[in-house]
């Protein structure tokens, strides 16, 4: 069946690093692909998303790349502040359609 | 806009009995609605896709007449757990197909605890 792998389970980093998030998925029709922060307790928040005719995508310290031939797409968070600490999920869309699958979370730890 | 509210919030419930979640877009309405489990430290399980005024698509391994979901009408989901036993109790959180039709919203999810 679908299945999306995500990596690391954990990461830590010092504020003003870089941190990157990796998932791959299985299913070679997934065209969309959203990543959501959800701090403990709370709902998950779209913070970025890429479809499958672009390779990258910027907001601000935000970026995501996708490479379809691999089946390979990354979250990449640049000059990190502890406010970023959270568990970040990467989704891949099943085919075309409507609901995800979800990898099973990073935890992001952002030392001051 | 495109928001997503459930109730209750947190519900503690005894063995045997059945519990109702709310799911409700606000400002949005909504002819897709997911339901997902999240158990502690773990992903979203994907439950259900709920479709206004047709029956659910569950996942493989959800028992239907379990989790019980009524999308009746474009604002509106619920999910109706019976016969609750405390392997049930999880975070419920629910989502909706938002109107560009890709990105998906969450509620606040619901606490269960059965006991």
């Known amino acids: 069946g679908e299945n999306v792998e995500q990596h690391p389970s954990t990461l830590s980093v010092q504020e003003g690093d870089s941190a990157v998030i990796k998932c791959t998925y299985s299913?070679?029709?997934?065209?969309?692909f959203p990543w959501y922060k959800q701090e403990l307790g709370k709902r998950p928040q779209l913070i970025i998303d890429?479809?499958?005719?672009?390779g990258e995508k910027k907001d601000q310290r935000i970026a995501v790349t996708l490479n379809k031939t691999a089946k390979h797409f990354s979250l990449h968070i640049t000059e990190t502040q502890p406010e970023d600490s959270a568990v970040y999920f990467c989704?891949?869309?099943?085919?075309?359609?409507?609901?995800?699958?979800f990898g099973k979370g990073t935890r992001l730890l952002v030392k001051p | 806009g495109a928001v997503v509210s459930q109730h209750p919030s947190w519900v503690i419930c005894k063995s045997g009995t059945s519990v109702k979640i709310e799911c409700r877009s606000l400002?949005?309405?909504?002819?897709?609605m997911f339901w997902y489990r999240q158990f502690p430290k773990q992903s979203l399980m994907l439950m259900a896709t709920?479709?206004?005024?047709?029956?659910?698509?569950?996942e493989q391994g959800v028992e239907k007449d379990k989790f019980l979901i009524n999308h009746a009408s474009l604002t509106l989901s619920t999910l109706t757990v019976t016969s609750a036993h405390p392997e049930d109790s999880s975070f419920y959180i629910c989502?909706?197909?938002?109107?560009?039709?890709?990105?998906?919203?969450f509620g606040p999810g619901t606490r269960l605890t059965v006991t």
């Open positions: 400002d949005f309405q909504a002819t897709t």
């Open positions: 989502s909706a197909l938002g109107p560009d039709g890709d990105e998906q919203y």
């Open positions: 709920s479709n206004e005024g047709s029956k659910a698509t569950y």
């Open positions: 890429i479809r499958s005719n672009v």
């Open positions: 299913d070679s029709a997934s065209n969309y």
């Open positions: 989704a891949a869309s099943r085919g075309q359609g409507f609901s995800f699958i």
